[in-house]
């Protein structure tokens, strides 16, 4: 068994415990369930856009606890202010530490941001709980998935307005759960199985992936020079957790990372 199985086993049992405790007719009465959605698409395609999607993650199975002081209104308003087009904020609890009250407070501090829920989906029920919270995006990872509940969750997500992240991470995902129902598609460089982490699998991935999807390289992120020969290679987004989430000021870590981007500091 895998961490990944592991994972979605016990995301299963927790997503039957939620709905037993609040139903989908109560979610669709809270608040943000009809505020408008912010496009994860247009912040990361706009002319001059950083493309960092900046994540609030405090701990992970591989590193164990990456911050354990960080909260995340501020940590998110942190990383707008210095630069992110688009936050992703970690909703499991068991693995990663994050909570949806997270999601809730980066919501409430950046109210003109896309923000994506990172979390394992793999109910209907998750999608109408992160349109309740304040999300903008979901997470569709093709390795808890078969094809048909992509399209499936895509559709419903859709139809709530929400955009959707498809995460693949080699060429057969690729070919056997791309489906033109996703925005977005993800590459995570972290093989969730093993943990092994190579920055080179979005390089090699990214020709297979038609220019009408938003590409975004997810993961093992450190450096301005592989986010600009990713930007090269066709990636519009770039997903960074760790290199910022690991120091003591997670906001000026992203605010050095764009001014390598944008020049103004060279890169040594
Ligand atoms: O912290 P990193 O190496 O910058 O990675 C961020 C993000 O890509 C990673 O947290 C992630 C990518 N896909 C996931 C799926 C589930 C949980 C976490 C993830």
Redesign the pocket.
Known sequence: MTILDKIVAEKRQEVARCEAETSVETLRTQPDFTRPIISARAALTAAGSTGIIA?F?RR?PSKGVINGTAEAGATTAGYVAAGAAVL?V?T?EPF?GGTPADLRAARAACPATPILR?D?IVSEYQITEARAMGADLI?L?ASCLTPAEVRQFSEFAHGLGLEVLL?VHDEAELRSHLTDSVDLV?V?N?N?ATFA?DVDTSARLAAGIPSHFVRVA????QHASTILALREAGYRGF?????F?KTADPAAALAGLVAELSGSVSAS
Do not use: Q, V
Request: net charge negative; glycine share 12%.
């Open positions: 994540e993650k992970s992703s970690l499991d990663f990172k394992f997470l990872i995460e993800g995570n972290r969730l982490t997810e993961s093992g992120l997903l960074i957790g760790e290199t989430m």
